[in-house]
Structures are given as C-alpha cells and as structure tokens.
Antibody
Framework: EVQLVESGGGLVQPGGSLRLSCAAS????????MHWVRQATGKGLEWVSA???????YYPGSVKGRFTISRENAKNSLYLQMNSLRAEDTAVYYC????????????WGQGTMVTVSS | DIQLTQSPSFLSASVGDRVTITCRAS??????LAWYQQKPGKAPKLLIY???TLQSGVPSRFSGSGSGTEFTLTISSLQPEDFATYYC??????????FGGGTKVEIK
C-alpha cells in the first residue's frame, strides 16, 4: 500500500525548533518530488516547501530562511526542520507526493500537529 | 505570485443537486490546476488534475473544466458523502504553489 506517515509534531515555545518526519512506503520514494503543506485550524491549505528528486528545494516567503526541507532516500524519509517558530506556524503539517505526469499531489499523509505557544 | 479565488466560499445544497464551484487565477496557468476534497479531520484527497482529468477511483459525478484563468468543478448529483470542503490548486509555477481559499459544501 502506498502510504505516507508523518511524525514529530508537538508543543514548542515561540523561537523554538522542531523536526518533522514523513515515512514513505509502497513506492520508489527517490523517484518523486515531495512537498509539505500546512493547515491552521479552521483555515485553508498553505504550501510550505518542496524538494525535488535531485535535492533542489523551494519555499514560500513566509518560511524561507526558517524552515529546511530534506530527504534521505535510503530511509524513504522526508524531513522538515523548523526553526525560529512563531505562533502563526501553528498548524497541521502534511507531507504529500507530487505525482509525475499528473502535476498534482496524489498521496497525502494523515498530518501531524504543531503548536507554537508559551 | 499567482492568486486563486474560489467562489462561493460556502454553499448549501441538497442531495441530488448539481453543484458548481469556480476557481479564478490571477494570471494564466494553462491547465495546471487540481481539485481536492477534504473532510473534517482528514487529509485532502485528489479529485481532478490537469483541470479536467478524473483521478483514478473518483466517482464520475465529479468533473472539471477550464483553462487559462477560469476553472470549474462540477458535482452532477450531490451525494451524502460529498459534503466536504473543496480546494483548487495551481501547479503552473512555483514558488509558491498556491491553493484557493476553499468552498465548504453543506447540507441544506
């Protein structure tokens, strides 16, 4: 079964750091671009970062310089290192697979909750 | 950045109704548009990609159309399991990838 499972969420103080993980299974992880998307409670979806198969990375302005996406193909794992966290980073974080040839996110994880609060 | 504007943001409909949701892009995005369905507490689910191609396993009552700057998602006959929030997403250029604000479909 094709599956993505996130972990690493939790409560962190403003200015703190957290590392999210996404474990992939059921497909050749190294062959796919991967993304992180977040959703604050009651709000819409916000794209957070992307990493290509060659390790190229992309971020929106809201997290650039604070978040770092990485991948470890040998472990079928995707990561999101989040530093200098702010209250507005509080959200459910999803990892998602970018389906080649369909240009969309065809597989999503179940999400992990990050709460930034003192 | 490309902005996506969905309308309406909320709609109330009955089982069996035909429902249409619109997504407008601030600049042309060819057919690089996807639609997702999200139910409370769940991850989004891909319904349509490339503006009009139905994802495998998605019921045929869902359809998409459009190109350039205007797109629509249509549910031909609303079913109880279709009550959810729907998002469009542009994949023409990034960063940033962008989503529409969402359309919540509720039972009348």
């Amino acid at each position: 079964e094709v599956q993505l499972v996130e972990s690493g969420g939790g409560l962190v103080q403003p200015g703190g750091s957290l590392r999210l993980s996404c474990a992939a299974s059921g497909f050749t992880f190294s062959s796919y671009d991967m993304h992180w998307v977040r959703q604050a409670t009651g709000k819409g979806l916000e794209w957070v970062s992307a990493i290509g198969t060659a390790g190229d990375t992309y971020y929106p302005g809201s997290v650039k310089g604070r978040f770092t996406i990485s991948r470890e193909n040998a472990k079928n794992s995707l990561y999101l290192q989040m530093n200098s966290l702010r209250a507005e980073d509080t959200a459910v974080y999803y990892c998602a697979r970018y389906g080649p040839g369909i240009d969309a996110f065809d597989i999503w994880g179940q999400g992990t909750m990050v709460t930034v609060s003192s | 950045d490309i902005q996506l504007t969905q309308s309406p943001s909320f709609l109330s409909a009955s089982v069996g109704d035909r429902v249409t949701i619109t997504c407008r892009a601030s600049q042309g995005i060819s057919s690089y548009l996807a639609w997702y369905q999200q139910k409370p507490g769940k991850a989004p689910k891909l319904l349509i990609y490339a503006a009009s191609t139905l994802q495998s396993g998605v019921p045929s009552r869902f359809s998409g159309s459009g190109s350039g700057t205007e797109f629509t998602l249509t549910i031909s006959s609303l079913q109880p399991e279709d009550f959810a929030t729907y998002y469009c997403q542009q994949l023409n250029s990034y960063p940033p990838l962008t989503f529409g604000g969402g359309t919540k479909v509720e039972i009348k």
